[in-house]
């Protein structure tokens, strides 16, 4: 065999080679993530909701506690994709500043709260009835020298927020839905009362409150919804939707004989609920990861997550078309 001949077969030889472990490369890397690759998602872009939730848990916003250089991080981030989606204001800026009364003027209690509020027009702008959708983005901070970087509590309810909210700025709603992303939760959840109580939106308005808390960490697959107990007329919906979703939908968590099972004061939504306003509650069962340091982007379950996304979008997309038939002359 000539120099030359043999040249030639050692390339060939060596693309040949190159090309095999490209192929045994790619090949465990789907095996190895299948998560990410299993649900193509309909209605939220997954993609950007991971990289989102990611973001928002990093250690660099050191677990986001209001009051924090940390949770002003997560602020900017969030009011980023607000401009970038185009959200409409309440007034001259997306952010809405609450005071925090504090009870002991050395317990560290932080004197002011930021809630993040946009809001995308249906049909007929600043009129008729409306959904308000909520999620909270503090977290519990640094604790012990640990920091609490709350992936599903509740970066995945902020992320799930932005993902819903791209949904109806490329599909526009019947009705007003309004976005809020908001702090202090984990201390009595005092920027949605705060929100409530500040006249920025016309409760008489409101529909609806759909609140995303803890949506992205089920190894079983399941979703709990919390809200038909107190308010029967959305019942129908949800059995409906539930049948279509990509996620195991549950109802419950929402009577007072279960007693910390009762997830009707527990987020949010709650400040809806004592001025007499539906809820809808989104989120899972308590986890390993739940108020603990392991809360990390790494636990959550993505291809759960992804589905979870859709679904969300989905209900929204389901309680704007049972407003228009609720309200209905009959």
Known sequence: MTKLRAFILAEVLFVLTIIGVV??????????????????????????????????????????????????????FILKRFENLGLR????????EFAIIQTDAEDGTPDKGTNLIGWIAGETPGEGPMLVVTAHYDHLGIQKGEIYNGADDNASGVAALIGVADYFRRNPPTHDIVFAALDAEEKGMLGARAMVRSGLIDLSRVALNINFDMVSRSEAGELYVAGTTPYPQLKPVIEALSTDAPVTLLTGHDSPDLGYDDWTSQSDHVAFHEVGIPFLYFGVEDHDGYHDPSDDYLNITHDFFVRAGDTLAMTVDRMDEWISLSSAPE
């Open 23 to 76: 192929f045994v490369y790619m090949n465990q890397d789907q095996e190895t993530e299948p998560a990410l690759n299993q649900y193509r998602p309909i209605y939220i872009d997954g993609p950007a909701m991971l990289n989102f939730t990611e973001t928002l848990s990093s250690d660099a916003l050191e677990g986001r506690e209001t009051g924090t250089s940390g949770n002003a991080a997560a602020q900017g």
């Open 89 to 96: 204001r309440l007034g001259e800026t997306y952010a809405h």
